[in-house]
Each structure stands twice: as C-alpha cells, then as structure tokens.
C-alpha cells in the first residue's frame, strides 16, 4: 500500500479550511489544520507534512511570514507550500514567489476538487 501523505491546511476562513479538510481526509489524505500562521508554523514543525496549503492574510502571523520563519529551520525549506489567497496583483504574485513557494492559487479561479488535484501533482501521486 502507498504511504499516506499528509497535507497541512493553513486557512483562517473557517468554512473553506473546512471544505478541503473534508475533501482531503475523503481522498486519503492525513489533514493537519490551523486557522493562522502561528498554528501553521507550529504544526509545521511537529508533524512535518508532506505539503503546505497555506492563505496569505491571516490574524496573528501572515502566511509570508510563516514561510520565512519555517526557512530558518533545518529542513523545513524543503516542504512544498501552495499559497492559495485573493490577493491577485502582480506584486504579491512575485513577493510569494520571491519565497521560494511551489505555487500561487486564486481561490476563486481553482474549485476545492482541482486543488486537491494540483496537490497530487506536486506530490507526484
């Protein structure tokens, strides 16, 4: 049997976080959840997932600065991480990116159903 992989879902929208933790756990997904960054950094380094689904404005610590928290931690700048956030302009675009971030998703460009699918890409599953 293939290892289950596990996704950790960094989203303050309580009923979207919701929404891929349903969908994730159905396609046999280990979920970890955190509602803000702080959480997300934490449970980032405690259960070391396979990948990141990470929003960028967020209460308590940002998405942005979660990611560069993880970086100062050995082997923690491996993890992919998917930001998946409104925020659309270019320069926020290139300000992820410039993080070392696998990949910049629109919420409501992709459905809950391609997110799960673009995570399977990234993971190679």
């Known amino acids: 049997m293939a290892d289950i992989k596990k996704v950790l879902i960094v989203e ?3 009923s979207l976080r919701m929404a891929l933790v349903d969908k994730f756990t159905r396609e046999k997904f280990k979920v970890v959840e ?3 960054g702080r959480e997300g950094l934490e449970l980032a380094v405690s259960e070391k997932p396979d990948i990141i689904l990470l929003d960028l404005l967020m209460p308590d610590m940002d998405g942005l600065t979660m990611v560069d928290e993880m970086q ?3 082997g923690m700048d491996e993890t992919p991480i998917i930001v ?3 925020s659309s302009g270019t320069n926020s675009v290139i300000d992820v990116l410039d993080h070392g971030i696998t990949d910049y998703l629109i919420k409501s460009d992709w459905s809950i159903a391609d997110i799960v699918d673009k995570v399977k890409d990234k993971l190679r599953i």
Do not use: S, Y
């Open 12 to 14: 303050d929208e309580n």
């Open 34 to 36: 955190a509602k803000n």
């Open 72 to 74: 100062k931690i050995e």
């Open 84 to 86: 998946l956030t409104n």
